[in-house]
Structure formats: structure tokens, C-alpha cells
């Protein structure tokens, strides 16, 4: 995995133990603290999001990545691109694939996969019947790799938790 910098929506507990968690917008090279302030000013006004995964696919890139798809909600959309807008403002970088125009809302299940092993795994998670609704509860930001949770806020309470 190469160096950056993500921002994940972390889920409810009962969502998490089912999907895991990742919401990303990825900027490498980035000052984190000028970060920290717009996450922590959108999270303070943003109640948790409501999620619902309800599909299922892989990117079409090297990493032989598999996720669940949340449905975009509008709640979920005008969060995404007020985030993006206040990165905008702050003069931070976002990767053309997590651009409000461009983005899917996902959450990676599988990576690395062998790539013989793929379709198998595709539907092995398409017949899950997983609970896959809940809510993004905190927003918080990682640094990759290795993998370390820089910090995070509570969705409606702009306490930090780390």
C-alpha cells in the first residue's frame, strides 16, 4: 500500500461487526492538522448517517478489491460534498475517484484477493444475508501505512475520542 492519507466514516457497532468500516477520501502528502479543524467543524453540525449497504462489487484496478456499496443517500451525498468543498477551500488535494461527480460510497470486505478466487468470493458475499443498515457514527482520519488513526470526531459532538 502506498503512503496518504484517509478520511473513514466509522459505523455503528452492529454495522461495523458486519461490514467493517472505511469511508475514503484519499489525499496523500497533506498537513493533517488542517484537516483535523474541517473534519471536526462538519462533524460537529452533521447527525450520524444513516447507512444501508445493498450491493455488492470489486474496483477495476490491481488490488483485487471487493466492497459493499452503500446506497447514496442524499444525507450521505451532502455530507460527502461539503467535505470535499471545505477541503477545496483549505487548498487539500482529493483524488479524481473520490470527487463528489465520480465518487461511490464503499466499504472494502476483501483485498488482495487471488484473482482465481474472486468470483467465488463474489458470491459467496452477494448471498450473505448480513444485516448491512445502521449508522456512521464518528469521521475520523488514518494514516496509511502503516495504518494508524491520526484522530477522530462523534458525528454531532465535536469531542475528540483518540
Known amino acids: 500500500m502506498s503512503e496518504g492519507y484517509l478520511i473513514e466514516l466509522y459505523f455503528d457497532p452492529a454495522l461495523e461487526n458486519q461490514v467493517l468500516k472505511a469511508w475514503n477520501v484519499v489525499s496523500p502528502f497533506i498537513d493533517p492538522s488542517k484537516l483535523e479543524n474541517i473534519v471536526k467543524g462538519l ?18 484496478n490491481d488490488n483485487n478489491v471487493l466492497f459493499r456499496a452503500s446506497s447514496p443517500t442524499l444525507s450521505l451525498l451532502q455530507f460527502h460534498l461539503q467535505l470535499c468543498e471545505a477541503m477545496k477551500r483549505e487548498g487539500v488535494e482529493i483524488g479524481e475517484e473520490y470527487r463528489p461527480d465520480s465518487w461511490i460510497p464503499y466499504c472494502p470486505v476483501a483485498e488482495e484477493m487471488p484473482r482465481n478466487r474472486m468470483a467465488e468470493a463474489f458470491t459467496f458475499l452477494r448471498d450473505l444475508k448480513l444485516l448491512v443498515s445502521g449508522y456512521g457514527m464518528d469521521i475520523g482520519l488514518v494514516e496509511y501505512s502503516p495504518v494508524r488513526e491520526l484522530f477522530s470526531f462523534v458525528l454531532g459532538n465535536s469531542t475528540v475520542e483518540s
Request: aromatic share 6%; proline share 17%; no cysteine.
Open 43 to 60: 462533524a460537529s453540525k452533521q447527525d450520524p448517517l444513516p447507512l444501508s449497504f445493498s450491493s455488492t462489487g470489486s474496483l477495476p
